[in-house]
C-alpha cells in the first residue's frame, strides 16, 4: 500500500543521474491544457517553478512526476480510473498484474515514479500512528509504475521485514541496476517480474509520530541506490 509519498528537491539528482530531459516539464507546464492541475492563472515558463509543483506530499488523484523510457519527466495524475469504481486505483499489486484486465495492457508502459520518502500507518487498538518510510540520509529512490498516457499507479509488493509491523505492503522500489531494463519497452513484463520485490532490510529507516488530522503533512536509512 502506498497513499501518500513526498517528493522533494532532491530530484534534481536524478537530472544528473538518469540524463533526463527536464524540459519535458517546462514544455507541459506551458500547455494550456495542463493550468487546472497546477492551479494557476497563467502556467509558468520557468523550469524551477514549473517542478516546484509537482514536490512536497503527493495524495491519491494529485499530478506527479514519472520517468519514461525516452528519460523525460512526464506529469500524471495519481490513480487509474477504472469504470464501475469510484476511486482511482493508486496501487497495483504486482503478484497479480499479469492477471488483472486493469493492468495486463500497461505492462509495456512501465515508468519510474521518483520520490523521497512514503507514509504508512501503523493500528494499535483503536489508535493509528505514522510512519514516514526513507532511505538512510533521505536519498531519493524510484517507485516501480505503470501509466497509461494520463494516468500512473504504483505498484507494491510484500513488505521487507523491517517494517512488516507497519504494513502488509510496500511500494516496489527500483535499484539502479534494473533501471534501463524496467524502462525497456522491449523486454516482456515475466523477464522483469523478479524486480519487483522487498528492499533488504539494512537499507530501510522509518520515523513514528502519533496520529494526527490527515490534513497536517509533517516530514524522515537506506543504501545509496545510485551508488555503483
Avoid at 59 to 74: E, G, N
Avoid at 173 to 201: C, E, K, N, Q
Wanted: glycine share 4%; with cysteine.
Amino acid at each position: 500500500m502506498c497513499s501518500r509519498f513526498d517528493l522533494n528537491s532532491d530530484i534534481r539528482a536524478f537530472q544528473a543521474q538518469l540524463a533526463l530531459d527536464m524540459e519535458n516539464i517546462q514544455r507541459m507546464a506551458m500547455d494550456e491544457n495542463n493550468n487546472a492541475l497546477y492551479e494557476q492563472d497563467n502556467a509558468s515558463d520557468d523550469l524551477e517553478t514549473a517542478f516546484d509543483s509537482l514536490t512536497g506530499t503527493r495524495r491519491p488523484t494529485d499530478p506527479i512526476a514519472v520517468i519514461l523510457p525516452d528519460r523525460t519527466i512526464a506529469i500524471r495524475s495519481w490513480g487509474l480510473s477504472v469504470p464501475g469504481l469510484k476511486a482511482p486505483m493508486i496501487n497495483a499489486r504486482s503478484e497479480t498484474l499479469a492477471e488483472k484486465p486493469t493492468f495486463r495492457p500497461l505492462l509495456e508502459r512501465r515508468c519510474l515514479i521518483p520520490a523521497t520518502s512514503w507514509y504508512e500507518w501503523r493500528k494499535d487498538g483503536s489508535s493509528k500512528h505514522r510512519n514516514r518510510i526513507t532511505l538512510p540520509d533521505h536519498q531519493p529512490f524510484l517507485f516501480a509504475g505503470l501509466e497509461n498516457g494520463h494516468e500512473a499507479t504504483i505498484i507494491t509488493c510484500a513488505p521487507s521485514a523491517s517494517i512488516a509491523h507497519i504494513h502488509n505492503r510496500m511500494p516496489a522500489v527500483i535499484g539502479p541496476s534494473h533501471l534501463a531494463h524496467w524502462l525497456d519497452p522491449a523486454i516482456a513484463f515475466r523477464d522483469l517480474h523478479h524486480m519487483l520485490a522487498p528492499l533488504p532490510d539494512h537499507v530501510l529507516s522509518w520515523h513514528e509520530e502519533t496520529a494526527r488530522p490527515d490534513n497536517a503533512d509533517q516530514d524522515q536509512n537506506q543504501i545509496d541506490l545510485f551508488s555503483k
